[in-house]
């Protein structure tokens, strides 16, 4: 079925065939005409999402979609929490990727002149990349205390602030069981407590350059010309490795279901089912692990810029996931309902009101961060007044890939990438050329378009855009 623009920027697939509520998709003529490529199956993937057991009002497409496993990356699913599903692919692999924000106290003119030498430091203090290592010193019992707790736990162990818990969804704690954890994947996250994964995983150190509202960047603590570090990551191999376990389990639980999918990463269970409860418990410990992670990250930041700049006082804006199910209270229809909302490649994006944004952010909405690639804008979004009604309280995750990673690779040289972007002001640091290319500037989509849209629509509103100085990846 083609998608119908019912509204500006609004494009819906009515229901045929097994699906069971009609899909909609947001975005601008360009950003959904990609969508309809044979390369991408964005569209025909939501549909296949739009047939889960269970799922209310509609599947959602954010403007940053394009294909995924199963579920399209940059889509929302929610589901009836009682009687519905849950399903591994609509979380992902990385569960709990997420990105945070961090705001340095510095101003541009105290760091310029310096960002190469900041870019060597974050990539000599935080391992980055496969098998290398983590800025924690972890054991197993150290990583079950993770995955119990979350952020937590590092507060504990002299690795967190207080104020790190306040200003992190969820307070950086999910309600995990380590036991749920596959062994060989909690072996896998003892050396990977601070570190940077490769393919779009990144930190970046970026200066405010634009400001649109000032009351709300005013409360996220940010000030134009301010330095600002962005963090995406998210459960490494620990995250990885439970979900393809559970995936496989479910693939044995329910053959017959497997078989007739169109795809068998759209494997679901009941919510009621066993093994439906044990995915959730790991899936929630992993996702604590993923706080973990970012945080270790945070104190290494703090590390390095404390050593550099002497009036360097550096704090989490906010610290919010994109790859993860939870049970949420939405209205559909006249009624309110408790869902279990898959969001992958989406984050969480509540308005102003919302009891579950922090205290300090009641009066403007929930801060999101939205990334673009490595040579160009981010945004710092909060949370839009009509985000409920059209995507669950969701918002889009970064700019959407354009290309995949194989055709970047053959696109682009790492070398020439790398002059082009220090032309311009941006030092890269990268464990290999590979990742480079594969994450080149042009294998996304304009972040630009995929804001405009989200504003527009009132998914999330523009509080300042930011501009990338160094940039470390994995």
């Not at 930190?203 to 405010?208: A, I």
């Not at 990551?233 to 376990?245: E, I, Y």
Request: net charge negative; aromatic share 6%; proline share 5%.
């Amino acid at each position: 079925m083609e998608p119908v623009e019912i509204e500006p920027d609004v494009y819906e697939i009515a229901r045929t065939g097994e699906m069971r509520v009609p899909a909609r998709v947001y975005g601008s003529e360009s950003l959904v005409e990609a969508m309809r490529t044979a390369d991408d199956q964005t569209l025909a993937q939501i549909q296949d999402v739009a047939t889960l057991p269970g799922i209310q009002q509609f599947a959602v497409v954010l403007p940053d979609g394009h294909r995924g496993y199963g579920f399209p990356v940059g889509s929302v699913a929610a589901v009836d929490a009682d009687d519905g599903v849950i399903s591994p692919g609509g979380v992902g692999f990385d569960i709990n990727c997420g990105v945070r924000l961090l705001r340095t106290g510095l101003s541009f003119h105290e760091v310029a002149g310096r960002e190469s030498m900041l870019a060597d430091r974050l990539f000599q203090t935080i391992p980055t990349g496969f098998g290398a290592g983590s800025y924690l010193d972890t054991d197993i019992a150290d990583v079950r205390g993770i995955l119990e707790t979350g952020v937590e736990w590092l507060l504990n162990e002299g690795h967190a602030r207080k104020a790190d818990l306040e200003h992190c969804e969820e307070n950086g704690r999910h309600p995990g069981d380590p036991n749920a954890v596959p062994t060989e994947a909690l072996k896998r996250g003892v050396d990977q407590v601070g570190s940077l994964g490769s393919g779009n995983h990144f930190l970046e150190v970026q200066r405010v350059s634009e400001v649109y509202d000032s009351a709300a960047a005013a409360a996220f603590g940010i000030d134009l010309d301010e330095i600002v570090v962005m963090i995406h990551a998210g459960s490494r191999g620990l995250g990885h490795q439970t979900c393809s376990h559970y995936i496989d389990e479910f693939e044995r639980a329910y053959p017959d279901l497997a078989e007739s999918l169109p795809n068998e990463q759209l494997v679901y269970a009941p919510v009621s089912d066993r093994l439906a409860g044990e995915y959730r418990s790991a899936m929630n410990a992993a996702a604590n692990f993923a706080w973990g992670n970012r945080q270790a990250m945070t104190q290494a930041v703090r590390e390095v810029f404390s050593d550099l700049f002497e009036d360097a006082d550096v704090q989490l804006v906010y610290d919010l996931g994109h790859n993860i199910a939870t049970e949420e209270h939405h209205a559909v229809g006249d009624d309110e309902q408790t869902l279990l909302v898959h969001r992958k490649g989406a984050s969480r994006a509540f308005p102003a009101g919302h009891p579950d944004v922090p205290d300090a952010y009641a009066d403007v909405g929930q801060p999101v961060f939205v990334p673009g690639d490595m040579g160009s804008r981010s945004y710092v979004l909060a949370g839009g007044s009509r985000s409920l009604e059209r995507s669950f309280g969701s918002a889009p995750h970064g700019a959407g890939r354009a290309k995949s990673r194989t055709k970047a690779s053959r696109e682009y040289a790492a070398g020439e990438l790398q002059q082009a972007l220090r032309a311009r002001g941006i030092f890269v640091r990268a464990q290999s050329g590979e990742t480079l290319t594969e994450e080149s500037p042009g294998a996304y989509k304009n972040v630009d378009e995929v804001v405009h849209v989200c504003h527009e629509l009132g998914l999330g509103t523009k509080v300042a855009q930011t501009t990338p100085l160094a940039n470390i990846k994995g």
